[in-house]
């Protein structure tokens, strides 16, 4: 076995870039053992593998550079075993934010399959809806700053001028930690159409949908849910929006 190493040869046999060495180098993480007083060539031991080894690890681990430089300085075995339990229910924690986003995630994209056969941009439908739930958001200006605005199905209450925008659940849940209060779509019917493009032209879909009503009470507000965003689709004229009008009894 050689008992020495060169950066280029270090790096191969990691996978590792020659500057990121000399990073670690330079901050005192991966100190070569030897270095040549004239050419300045660096030499790594065989030993220092193991070093490499254990900073890569804790990388993975979710730990800073500073965090390992520590930690590999004051390791003992009480020390590395705390520091593992630490970690560990971190990681836990790390897991179970990931599956809540990814649980929000396949509900979008379940509402959007669900959704797109059913669109037809001419035709106007009466529907029936059990009780619906919703995260509400709320108006426009709080509406970015919300995760659940990112990952849940969005669906927006028009009342004339005025907007107010929710996250729509196929059931009755909240996920976990503080992310808004759950309200209620009541039970009834409601008369329905889609809008394809930009929510600039939406009014023209609701004019279209009050003037097919025929003699239908209707509320004076709608609610909207958008199928095809901008997270999905970055060109608006290809938008699909459901809008829903309450039809009073």
């Known amino acids: 076995m050689r008992d020495f190493f060169s950066i280029g040869e270090f790096s191969e046999l990691f996978g590792v870039d020659v500057q990121t060495l000399r990073y670690y180098d330079s901050i005192g993480l991966l100190v070569p053992a030897h270095?040549?007083?004239?050419?300045?060539?660096r030499k790594y031991k065989f030993d220092q593998v193991?070093?490499?080894?254990?900073?890569?690890?804790?990388?993975?681990?979710g730990y800073s550079l500073k965090q390992i430089h520590l930690f590999l300085a004051s390791r003992s075995?009480?020390?590395?075993?705390?520091?593992?339990?630490?970690?560990?229910?971190q990681l836990k924690q790390r897991w179970n934010d990931l599956m809540n986003i990814d649980s929000a995630i396949q509900r979008k994209l379940e509402f959007i399959e669900?959704?797109?056969?059913?669109?037809d941009f001419q035709g106007v439908t009466r529907?029936?809806?059990?009780?619906?739930?919703?995260?509400?958001?709320?108006?426009?200006?709080?509406?970015?700053g919300s995760?659940?605005?990112?990952?849940?199905?969005?669906?927006?209450?028009?009342?004339?001028?005025?907007?107010?925008?929710?996250?729509?659940?196929?059931?009755?849940?909240?996920?976990d930690g503080p992310i808004g209060e759950v309200l209620a779509i009541q039970a009834g019917d409601f008369l329905c159409g889609y809008h394809h493009?930009?929510?600039e032209s939406i009014d023209?879909?609701?004019?279209?949908?009050?003037?097919?009503?025929?003699g239908i009470d209707l509320a004076d507000y709608s609610i909207n849910f958008n199928v095809v965003d901008q997270f999905v689709e970055h060109d608006n004229s290809r938008f699909i929006t459901e809008v829903q009008i309450p039809i009073l009894d």
């Open 114 to 119: 669900k959704q797109l056969p059913l669109v």
């Open 35 to 41: 270095r040549d007083a004239v050419t300045g060539y």
């Open 127 to 144: 529907k029936t809806f059990a009780k619906r739930y919703f995260l509400d958001i709320g108006v426009e200006e709080s509406l970015y």
């Open 77 to 89: 075995l009480d020390h590395t075993m705390g520091q593992l339990r630490t970690q560990s229910e």
């Open 204 to 214: 023209e879909t609701f004019l279209r949908i009050r003037k097919d009503a025929k």
């Open 197 to 199: 493009g930009s929510y």
């Open 147 to 175: 995760d659940v605005f990112y990952f849940y199905p969005t669906l927006v209450f028009y009342h004339g001028v005025k907007k107010r925008f929710g996250a729509y659940l196929f059931n009755h849940e909240k996920p």
């Open 50 to 61: 193991y070093h490499f080894a254990s900073i890569r690890y804790f990388k993975r681990l």
